[in-house]
C-alpha cells in the first residue's frame, strides 16, 4: 500500500507540475508530508550496539597508567655521582700500560676498547669529557667534607652570601646559591646532583 501511495503521489505531482497549477517547492512538501512512514523494530545487532554505546556512556573519562607518574631521568652527567679522583693514573676498568697510559680491561665493554689511551698532561675537565665519551670514570673521592667553606669547588663567593660558578665549572647547576642554612646532608647532596664538591678535611 505504501509503494502505491508513493507512485501515486508522485504522478498526482508530476500532472500538477506538468500543469503548473502547483508550485514545485509545494508539491515536493506535499509528497513528503503525506508519505506514509514506517517504524521498524529494533534487530539483535542495533540492541548490542546501543547497549556497549550506554555502557561506555557510564564509565569515567580513562585514566592513563602513567598520569602522575614521576618521571625520573637519568643524572644528567657521570660526574654528579660523586667527586672523580682524577689523581689516579686509569680510570675504572682500565690497568697501567706505561707512563701516563692505561689499557683496557677485558671487563670494559665501552665505545674505547681496543686502544691504549694516555692520559699524561690532561686537566680533570678533558678527563671528564673524555670519561663521558668513553663511558670510563675514574673512582670517587672517598674523604670526610670540609663544610666550613663558604663555596664548593669551582665556585666562588658573589660578593654576598651567594655562591656562583666560575667558568671552569662544567656540571648542570647554573643559578647562585645561598647555602646559609644548609645542613651537611644537604650540601652533601647538593654536591651530588650539581657536581661541584667542598674540599676535603685536611
Known amino acids: 500500500m505504501s509503494v502505491k501511495c508513493v507512485l501515486r503521489c508522485f504522478a498526482v505531482g508530476s500532472v500538477s507540475l506538468a500543469f503548473g497549477a502547483v508550485d514545485p517547492l509545494d508539491a515536493l512538501v506535499g509528497i513528503f508530508e503525506h508519505a506514509p512512514v514506517t517504524l521498524q523494530a529494533p534487530d ?5 550496539a546501543g547497549a556497549i554505546v550506554q555502557r561506555l556512556g557510564a564509565q569515567g573519562p580513562g585514566v592513563s597508567p602513567h598520569a602522575g607518574a614521576a618521571l625520573d631521568p637519568d643524572s644528567h ?83 654576598g652570601t651567594k655562591c656562583k660558578p ?8 647554573t643559578s647562585a646559591v645561598n647555602f646559609a642554612g644548609f645542613t651537611r646532608g644537604m650540601m652533601a647532596e647538593w654536591s651530588s646532583t650539581c657536581g661541584a664538591y667542598w674540599p676535603c678535611l685536611a
Do not use: N
Open 77 to 159: 652527567h657521570a660526574r654528579a655521582a660523586c667527586d672523580k679522583d682524577f689523581s689516579q693514573q686509569c680510570p675504572l676498568l682500565f690497568s697501567p700500560a706505561g707512563v701516563g697510559k692505561c689499557a683496557p680491561t677485558a671487563a670494559y665493554v665501552g665505545p674505547c676498547a681496543g686502544s691504549v689511551q694516555s692520559f699524561d698532561g690532561l686537566s680533570s675537565s678533558a678527563k671528564e669529557r673524555w670519561s663521558e665519551l668513553c663511558v670510563a670514570h675514574w673512582p670517587c673521592v672517598e674523604c670526610r667534607r670540609d663544610f666550613s667553606s663558604l663555596c664548593p669547588g669551582d665556585w666562588v663567593s658573589d660578593g
Open 166 to 173: 666560575t667558568a671552569s665549572y662544567i656540571g648542570p647547576c
Open 44 to 48: 539483535r545487532t542495533s540492541q548490542a
